[in-house]
């Protein structure tokens, strides 16, 4: 089992930068590819990034290529997502997530962090 807490999100200008985080516990030994997804009111959640085990291999929405930039440091058993240039479209609630990479879907889910930007 492997638990998500997200942690940094808050409120923030239109063109500000924000950085929200996640922290894995449990069976954090195995490989996991870790991802952003995010869901405002009203809408579906929608995939946001992702990065392999090794972080080496990112994929972004089209969304957000060029503002946002997916991290992962393993020794810290955390992700961020580091948000720049926001715009009031990116408000959501942001959810880490997690899937061993030998897996097409994610398992495990954290409980969301708020992101609101203002105009």
């Known amino acids: 089992q492997v638990q998500l807490v997200e942690s940094g999100g808050g409120l923030v200008q239109a063109g500000g930068s924000l950085r929200v985080s996640c922290a894995a516990s449990?069976?954090?030994?195995?490989?996991?590819?870790m991802g952003w997804f995010r869901q405002a009111p009203g809408k579906e959640r929608e995939f946001v990034a992702s990065?392999?085990?090794?972080?080496?291999?990112?994929s972004y929405a089209d969304s957000v290529k060029g503002r946002f930039t997916i991290s992962r440091d393993n020794a810290k058993n955390t992700v961020y997502l580091q948000m720049n240039i926001l715009k009031p479209e990116d408000t959501a609630v942001y959810y880490c997530?997690?899937?061993?990479?030998?897996?097409?879907?994610?398992?495990?889910w954290g409980q969301g962090t708020q992101v609101t930007v203002s105009s």
């Open positions: 997530a997690a899937r061993r990479q030998t897996k097409s879907e994610y398992d495990y």
């Open positions: 449990g069976r954090t030994d195995s490989s996991y590819t």
């Open positions: 990065i392999s085990w090794r972080g080496t291999t990112k």
